[in-house]
């Protein structure tokens, strides 16, 4: 057995190099089924994030669908989702460019062709939507065809003076333009209709509401000719959350509801609404973007369906009217975008060991394939770090969760009573949620000698609705008391450095580390990836989506205005005592650089340690390689001149300004 190398943590080689961050890993998701073949989005980083269409064919053969020059991306809500739908081997998608709806008719090309070429110009995309007057202007999403495959009825946004939302329908050829079905309210999503073509079902919510806190389920009759008519309402309201609506193939419409306070499945027959099986478990997820599928009808009348439990996604099988729960055992931990195929279900699964793949079970024979892994990592099992689920005592009495990740490097240790820094990670949203599963970003640091710990503070989802609200009226207090305690439990544990503790995060997470940064003298040193400074500028000049979110997260406007400002961390820079790093894509609509940059002001007129990097051509979370790797080995270099760490390998260097070198 080889010695292991005595170096200081932190300051370990890893095989997990910041070109691996990028050039290892594609993004899978959006599985779509067709009568023979199954298709997927892949966002890929070394194609400047663009997102394709790819098909796998009985045979195994797996092609890309969408050519070089488009890009299968909706940014309607700003986050997307729902962007292609199936007519056949038909595949209608919006482009990311204008955000027109295109049609590429099959025949497909039946094998990948190397950088485009070859062809066919009856491969090519077609627009079927209008080009509007201004750029952008219309966007479409979240779209299901009749059974005649001759409309499409979906989501549209539309950006004028105001933005409004609703739904249309328009020819899936694209020979008339799109018409209004629905409008009204601030939102609208999921358009499902019944197997018929004669009902529509959809979900709407309205200002200040977010879709997990209230929205409202909806069916109607519908006709492509005369729209919709005789709309009732059947489930939700500001209160209750609904989301996935289905309906099966014998017409009955499931949706999933957290009446109860977890999301669970129903459906809605002979005028009630009946629960398929209670449980204290989330079936459902926020709807950040559309086009989530955490359940599907089987041929034999069941139904396969994920659920979370305990910060961990399960597989399982219910009949309708026995309210069982038949689990699956598959081996991962995370899974999503569930479809199915005949008696074969298809999934994107990942776990802790095994990165985000295309998966495929036969229900027949419970035998479980990869079908394409979402990373190449030829690294050492032996330099990857398993995380520990941890229940924390936090703030009131209370208990949080998050995933404990110890530094581990198959070549290295550390001194003999030396300690390792730590990582605390404030996740987005702030509803989303850390999984385990395998993801180079965590491995990159904790492989170099650094612990992490993945917070799901109050507020995250996977825990039932009162867990999810209890960042109501508290954002940026609970959440950062969460990290807090965190951290100091692990201290008390004996696992990490008190006096090396890093809070990082982005986008509500970049808001959760600056107010932990500027409120409490706990972290040693922070990372902001593209985080909210001012919340009620964020407030005047964010997408319509979010725009009111802030209502239920901090209060009423105007009249809390005080907690906007109480809350708002470039108010208070100067009780910052560590350095910060803030990083900012310069295209970002959601959270807008402004945010960043007055951040960056304040604290340089008050000549506190800080650097700042903006990225070119990036939008709200980083999807280039370059920026991908760029800002790794940029936090790296940021971390080793807090630390004084002695970095074994040449990575680019960050400029910290109004900073002294810690001394030996």
């Not at 057995?1 to 932190?10: C, E, F, H, Q, R």
């Not at 389920?217 to 729209?227: E, H, I, M």
Request: aromatic share 10%; charged share 20%.
């Amino acid at each position: 057995m080889t010695k292991k190398i005595t170096a200081p943590y932190g300051a370990w080689m890893s095989p997990i190099k910041s070109r691996l961050l990028a050039s290892a890993a594609v993004g899978l998701g959006a599985i779509g089924i067709s009568a023979d073949n199954v298709y997927w989005l892949e966002s890929r980083p070394l194609e400047k994030g663009r997102s394709v269409i790819v098909r796998r064919t009985p045979d195994g053969a797996i092609a890309d669908v969408t050519p070089p020059d488009f890009n299968v991306r909706t940014t309607v809500h700003e986050y997307g989702g729902g962007a292609y739908l199936l007519q056949g081997e038909t595949v209608i998608f919006s482009n990311f460019a204008d955000q027109r709806l295109y049609r590429q008719a099959a025949p497909l090309p039946a094998t990948a062709l190397p950088k485009g070429e070859g062809w066919s110009a009856a491969w090519i995309p077609t627009p079927i939507t209008p080009e509007p007057d201004t750029p952008l202007a219309w966007r479409y999403a979240d779209g299901c065809l009749t059974p005649d495959g001759q409309a499409i009825v979906c989501v549209r946004e539309r950006h004028g003076a105001g933005v409004d939302n609703e739904l249309v329908v328009l020819p899936s050829d694209g020979r008339t333009a799109p018409r209004l079905i629905a409008s009204g309210h601030d939102f609208y999503a999921a358009p499902r209709l019944s197997p018929d073509g004669r009902r529509l079902a959809w979900l709407c919510w309205d200002h200040p509401n977010m879709p997990w806190d209230g929205c409202e389920l909806w069916v109607a009759d519908f006709s492509p000719q005369s729209g919709l008519s005789g709309g009732r309402l059947i489930a939700g309201g500001a209160t209750e959350s609904i989301c996935q609506p289905a309906w099966s193939p014998a017409g009955v419409l499931y949706f999933i509801s957290d009446r109860s306070g977890w999301w669970n499945l129903y459906r809605y027959q002979d005028g009630q609404v009946e629960p398929l099986a209670p449980m204290p478990a989330d079936f459902g997820q926020p709807q950040w973007t559309f086009g989530n599928s955490h359940y599907v009808f089987l041929p034999n009348g069941t139904l396969a369906a994920v659920f979370t439990q305990n910060g961990r996604d399960h597989l399982a099988l219910i009949t309708p009217g026995e309210g069982r729960v038949e689990p699956i055992e598959t081996g991962f931990t995370v899974i999503n975008s569930l479809q199915c195929q005949g008696e074969r279900l298809w999934f994107v699964g990942a776990s802790s060991t095994q990165p985000a793949a295309i998966v495929t079970l036969d229900l027949a024979c419970g035998k479980v394939e990869i079908v394409r892994s979402g990373m190449n990592l030829d690294v050492d099992p032996a330099y990857l770090s398993l995380p520990r689920p941890i229940e924390f005592p936090t703030e009131n009495g209370l208990t949080a969760h998050a995933l404990y990740y110890p530094p581990t490097n198959a070549t290295y240790r550390a001194p003999k009573g030396e300690l390792p820094p730590l990582i605390v990670r404030s996740h987005g949203g702030p509803t989303a949620a850390a999984k385990a599963l395998l993801s180079l970003d965590i491995q990159f640091w904790t492989s170099r000698g650094f612990a992490f710990v993945d917070v799901n503070y109050g507020g995250s989802s996977g825990y039932g609705r009162e867990y999810r609200q209890r960042l109501n009226g508290q954002w940026g207090v609970v959440d950062v008391m969460d990290c807090i305690n965190a951290a100091r439990f692990l201290i008390r544990q004996g696992e990490v450095d008190e006096r090396r503790i890093i809070i990082r995060g982005g986008s509500a997470g970049g808001y959760t580390t600056l107010c932990a940064l500027t409120f409490h003298k706990f972290f040693s040193a922070g990372v902001s990836y593209f985080g909210v400074a001012d919340l009620e500028a964020l407030d005047a000049i964010t997408h319509k989506f979010e725009s009111r979110y802030t209502r239920n997260l901090i209060g009423p406007y105007p009249e809390a205005k005080e907690i906007y400002r109480q809350r708002s961390p470039v108010y208070y820079a100067h009780r910052i005592s560590c350095p910060v790093l803030l990083l900012q894509g310069l295209e970002d609509k959601i959270v807008p650089p402004a945010q960043s940059e007055m951040m960056v002001q304040a604290l340089r007129e008050r000549h506190l340690p800080y650097a700042y990097v903006a990225f070119e051509g990036e939008q709200h979370g980083f999807r280039q390689a370059e920026t991908i790797q760029r800002a790794a080995e940029l936090e790296l270099s940021f971390y080793s001149q807090v630390f004084g760490l002695a970095l074994p390998e040449a990575v680019e260097t960050v400029k910290i300004e109004n900073f002294a070198r810690p001394s030996k």
